[in-house]
């Protein structure tokens, strides 16, 4: 299920990608946080999911939706001043996160040493695929870079929030509320202030694509990532997230007729490499 997560959110990257031009990237995502959170209400009241119970989940849930909201501003500012290559490798520094902070957060959900050289494996795979980037010659790539790196620990802490918390004893689909809900405004607000704005209707294709973000990714992939996360280990479950770079590699060569390297054959053994290492039995 993991793996099939991972090819929907590399196909994601390729979806934002082609209506991006279409929709400004704040407001897609404030607007597909908007429709996906009455997607899935409407889900919960039709699967008789109680929304309103008191359940001591409001103040995590409130913080899982600032985090995801500030998540996904740092990645769209931050991809003003740095380059995809670069956003990709200080992105996908968050399994990282979320091990270390699985340490103290999480008892029993600690990494050994084969499954910490399996997870530096599967990142110098993602290395190989992208290139190793060069210092920042900009003051502004550096703070793009450093927006990036916090990107990563707002995912890595939602993840260890949700796993941490209350957030653990009641359904996904009221966890992926409580971030829709919060989120919204928060990244609606910044796209005012950054002062983003739809010129025209947006072409066809470009709503296909933003349907298949908020429709299929949003509504139905966060979900069942959250249901995962609270099942099994936190820690290995994130370090899967390194195979959806590599997905959206092949999507991008797919659908967009983007050239591979050679070195995406290699970086592709490293990655499943590191996934057995993480994964074998102790």
């Known amino acids: 299920m993991t793996v099939g997560l991972c090819l929907s959110w590399g196909f994601n990257n390729v979806?934002?990608?082609?209506?991006?031009?279409?929709?400004?990237?704040?407001?897609?995502?404030?607007?597909?946080?908007?429709?996906?959170?009455?997607?899935?209400?409407?889900?919960?009241?039709?699967?008789?999911?109680s929304l309103f119970?008191?359940?001591?989940?409001?103040?995590?849930?409130?913080?899982?939706?600032?985090?995801?909201?500030?998540?996904?501003?740092?990645?769209?500012?931050?991809?003003?001043?740095?380059?995809?290559?670069?956003?990709?490798?200080?992105?996908?520094?968050?399994?990282?996160?979320?091990?270390?902070?699985?340490?103290?957060?999480?008892?029993?959900?600690?990494?050994v040493l084969s499954q910490w050289l399996g997870l530096l494996l599967s990142f110098i795979g993602i290395v190989i695929a992208f290139g190793l980037p060069t210092p920042a010659t900009d003051p502004r790539q550096a703070l793009g870079d450093l927006m990036l790196v916090g990107a990563a620990a707002a995912w890595a802490a939602t993840t260890l929030i949700i796993k941490s918390s209350a957030l653990n004893r009641i359904s996904a689909e009221k966890t992926l509320l409580y971030q829709l809900v919060v989120s919204a405004p928060l990244l609606g607000a910044a796209a005012l202030l950054s002062g983003e704005h739809?010129?025209?209707l947006p072409s066809p294709l470009a709503l296909g694509a933003f349907a298949y973000q908020t429709v299929?990714?949003?509504?139905?992939?966060?979900a069942v990532w959250f249901a995962l996360i609270v099942r099994y280990s936190a820690s290995r479950l994130s370090v899967f997230s390194f195979l959806a770079p590599l997905f959206g590699v092949a999507a991008g060569h797919i659908v967009l007729k983007e050239p591979l390297t050679p070195a995406f054959a290699l970086a592709v053994?490293?990655?499943?490499?590191g996934l057995l290492l993480v994964n074998r039995p102790r």
């Open 15 to 49: 979806a934002i990608k082609i209506a991006i031009h279409d929709i400004p990237p704040l407001i897609q995502s404030s607007a597909r946080s908007v429709i996906a959170a009455i997607l899935v209400g409407a889900w919960t009241q039709a699967r008789g999911i």
């Open 53 to 111: 119970r008191r359940d001591g989940t409001l103040g995590p849930g409130i913080l899982a939706g600032v985090v995801f909201a500030l998540e996904f501003l740092l990645i769209y500012r931050g991809l003003l001043w740095t380059t995809a290559t670069r956003a990709v490798l200080f992105l996908y520094l968050a399994p990282f996160f979320v091990v270390i902070g699985a340490r103290w957060l999480i008892p029993g959900d600690q990494f």
């Open 198 to 200: 739809i010129d025209a």
């Open 216 to 222: 299929w990714v949003v509504s139905v992939t966060f």
């Open 269 to 273: 053994a490293l990655v499943a490499g």
